[in-house]
């Protein structure tokens, strides 16, 4: 089932989190060969896991399956301090209401392809209920254009922030996504998921107005 955590019921997840940021740098730096975010210590962290950042995570038995982080756009986020030209011509989206929404991964042995690819859409409608709950309207994420047909496919609507640029040989693009119940609807019927997937464990931190105070 899909998690949320937060820096609430962090707590209760201390394992899962550090086995998720050892996951990270295993596939990021490993696997997609992203070498800037190299550790020491074998855990990809950077400067935005930070106790504002929300984990959305896969647990199945106990091990971490997937995963997902989302912080809020009015800290300091990936778009505001590395990418903001990728937003150009709308500008960085700065509200409590939108979230950015990066790491999304799935371990090798659970990924299904784009026309089934079930675990990555557990996380995705784990992070929709989690959004609508929430209160958060909006995700900007920044995105490899392959990404485009695949959340045409599941009925997203992604708004152009910018235009497209190659960044380390591949054609980049930031986007802001609407939540909203038609969009969770769409992505539970393309991945055949039929029931509410969240689980939220302990104290809960409501993200839109925790980031307002
Ligand atoms: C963060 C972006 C934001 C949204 C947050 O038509 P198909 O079935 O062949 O399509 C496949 C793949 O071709 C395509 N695909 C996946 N990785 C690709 C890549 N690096 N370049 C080009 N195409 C790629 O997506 C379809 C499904 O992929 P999959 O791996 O078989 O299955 P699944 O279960 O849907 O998992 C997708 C993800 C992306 C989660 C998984 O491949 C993964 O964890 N990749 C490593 C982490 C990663 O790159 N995350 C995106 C960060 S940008």
């Not at 990924?111 to 958060?136: K, P, W």
């Not at 986007?175 to 991945?191: G, I, K, Q, S, Y």
């Amino acid at each position: 089932m899909i998690h949320v955590i937060t820096s609430a019921n962090r707590g209760l997840y201390r394992e899962e989190l550090h086995e998720h940021f050892r996951i990270r740098h295993d596939i990021y730096v490993g696997e997609r060969g992203w070498k800037a975010l190299e550790r020491a210590d074998g855990l990809e962290r950077d400067q935005f896991d930070t106790d504002d950042a929300i984990y959305i995570l896969g647990i199945d038995g106990g091990r971490v399956v997937a995963g997902s982080r989302l912080v809020p756009t009015v800290k300091p986020h990936l778009l505001s301090e590395i990418f903001p030209h990728l937003a150009a011509q709308r500008g960085v989206p700065r509200d409590p209401a939108v979230f950015e929404w990066t790491r999304i991964f799935v371990i090798k042995e659970r990924r299904e392809g784009r026309n089934s690819g079930r675990t990555a859409g557990l996380v995705m409608c784990g992070l929709l209920e989690f959004c609508l709950d929430q209160g958060i309207e909006a995700l900007t994420a920044i995105m490899e254009t392959w990404w485009l047909p695949r959340f045409h496919d599941m009925g997203w609507t992604l708004h152009p922030l910018g235009l497209p640029e190659l960044i380390d040989g591949s054609w980049t693009v930031a986007v802001m996504m609407p939540m909203n119940e038609a969009t969770l609807d769409t992505t539970r019927a393309f991945h055949s998921i039929t029931a509410p997937v969240l689980i939220q464990k302990g104290p809960l931190r409501p993200a839109v107005t925790e980031v307002l105070s």
